[in-house]
């Protein structure tokens, strides 16, 4: 059993082109820099943002959007090399398998579902609440959620999915025409916000801009479950804000972030991926990152952050309902329900296409790769995806989860930035468009920051996380391994190199056993 068997960047190249299971290219730069944003300015820009003020950094939210933005764009950087070098769907999964081996792809893959599922389903549920809350602001009484049997079915998230998963049904190209209008109406929205806000700025609410460190007052389990497992590895007693309040923050915004990597999803859909993926992922990324920075500067000097910390469940709307600007707060909580509508289109699409390459290899069900011969989309698939967001969305208290999406982006980050490293000392002869600059320096860096990210996330987080890898290596074990083409490949050039007989027939090593 070779766990580390890596499967050639030509072999991949050419899956993507098997009749039957085929992606049409048909993104634009433009299209690729709207579907960033459009994944990104949502519920990142709408509620965590506040949410990270109020719990974590307080005014100093704004260094916690800075930090995860350098992260984010450090790792975008060796991700854009690698999908100029490789391009195909699966993102990490199929950087990780060129050049890590199988089980390693396998856990990033698994990751990979565990962010964009989790996102897509926490959103679509947030997305229905909100709905709710637009048609009150209308004067139209109706609750997020219905009660069936005892269990409360929300069924604005069962709407949205349903929606957008015929959209994708239908194809790449229409999915995205109807994500950019979206997305131009919650760029204006957030431009609202921006210069409303500023209007309400008093300089007193940033003082003091990194407020001093103060225990949470518990000592219990359920408080060491919910500090950083960087302060649980160092013994630290449960706290907030403070210099590590900044990098808890940034651990919590860097949801905002997530758009990025599934961009590079759709890598085969890209007509003139080598220069068109570098171009619409660092377009995208600049824009999104000056709109975060300039919001959390209106909304910490709008109101103070110990304001923010009374409410519940903060957003954009609570800093505005606070001023008493509640004209503002409605046309908010309509431009979160529009921000949160492409956020669920774009994440539904990478689900689909992750799950597409790694059913082309093998490790799931070969029958979800299938493509439509007339729309070249995977029809089944982005249905069965569709329909599995809808069911937990609807029926579950999957918020719960909302930090297991950080921990599968920044999981796959690391790996992918080290594995620049490993392609570039095996594969010396590739010469990708983009190409990360100075050399081995930025991809450690990326490697070690989105690690230390990773530290700041709950303990509960971790935990929820080792379960979720423990499940995924049972299924790889008990059925990928085994169904993984690439090990059918292995297992038939095994047999020419030693023949029937276990004698040796070649001598030369094997393209699939090559570490």
Not at 247 to 268: C, N, P, Q, Y
Request: proline share 4%; hydrophobic share 55%; glycine share 8%.
């Amino acid at each position: 059993m070779n766990l580390l068997r890596t499967k050639s960047i030509e072999q991949s190249i050419a899956d993507a082109d098997e009749p039957g299971r085929k992606l049409k290219r048909s993104l634009s730069t433009w299209d690729l820099m709207i579907m960033g944003v459009a994944v990104a300015v949502g519920a990142g820009i709408f509620s965590v943002g506040a949410k990270a003020a109020a719990n974590f950094s307080g005014p100093a939210v704004t260094l916690s959007f800075a930090v995860a933005a350098v992260t984010c764009a450090l790792a975008i950087m060796c991700y854009a090399e690698f999908a100029t070098a490789i391009p195909v769907a699966g993102s990490a999964y199929v950087f990780t398998y060129a050049t890590m081996g199988e089980l390693l792809a396998w856990i990033i893959g698994w990751n990979l579902i565990l962010e964009l599922f989790t996102a897509a389903a926490v959103i679509a549920k947030y997305w229905g609440i909100y709905l709710s809350k637009v048609f009150a602001l209308m004067g139209a009484d109706i609750p997020p959620a219905v009660s069936l049997g005892g269990v409360d079915l929300y069924w604005g998230a069962f709407l949205i999915v349903a929606v957008f998963t015929v959209l994708l049904v239908l194809g790449t190209k229409l999915s995205a025409r109807v994500g950019n209008i979206f997305t131009l109406i919650k760029i204006g929205v957030v431009l609202f916000v921006i210069v409303v806000g500023f209007t309400y700025v008093k300089f007193e609410n940033y003082a003091p801009f990194i407020p001093a460190a103060e225990p949470t007052g518990g000592t219990g389990a359920a408080d060491v479950l919910k500090q950083s497992f960087f302060g649980f590895l160092t013994g630290a007693a449960p706290a907030q804000y403070g210099t590590l309040g900044i990098f808890a923050g940034a651990a919590l915004v860097f949801f905002a972030f997530i758009g990025f990597d599934v961009v590079a999803t759709s890598a085969e859909e890209v007509k003139n991926p080598q220069k068109t993926l570098p171009r619409g992922i660092f377009g995208g990324l600049a824009l999104v990152t000056l709109l975060y920075i300039l919001v959390s500067l209106a909304l910490t000097g709008m109101v103070s952050y110990t304001r923010l910390a009374e409410a519940e469940n903060p957003t954009l709307t609570t800093a505005f309902e606070a001023v008493g600007d509640t004209s503002a707060a409605k046309i908010i909580a309509f431009g979160s329900l529009v921000g949160l509508t492409t956020v669920i289109m774009v994440l539904l699409m990478g689900l689909s296409r992750v799950v597409l390459a790694m059913s082309r290899d093998g490790l799931l069900p070969r029958a979800l790769s299938r493509t439509s011969e007339k729309r070249s989309t995977p029809v089944r698939l982005q249905i069965i995806c569709g329909a599995a967001v809808a069911l937990v969305a609807g029926l579950t208290n999957v918020d719960l989860l909302e930090e297991m999406i950080n921990i599968g982006t920044l999981s796959a980050f690391v790996v992918v930035s080290l594995g620049i490293l490993v392609l570039r000392r095996k594969r010396p002869d590739l010469k990708p468009a983009f190409r990360v600059p100075f050399g081995k320096v930025l991809p450690i860096v990326s490697a070690l920051l989105c690690l230390y990210l990773m530290t700041n996330l709950a303990v509960e987080t971790w935990i929820f996380f080792a379960i979720w890898l423990a499940v995924g290596l049972a299924i790889y074990f008990a059925y990928g391994q085994r169904h993984s083409r690439l090990n059918e490949r292995f297992a038939d050039a095994s047999t020419a190199v030693n023949g029937p007989a276990g004698h040796t027939v070649r001598d030369d090593e094997d393209e699939f056993t090559r570490a």
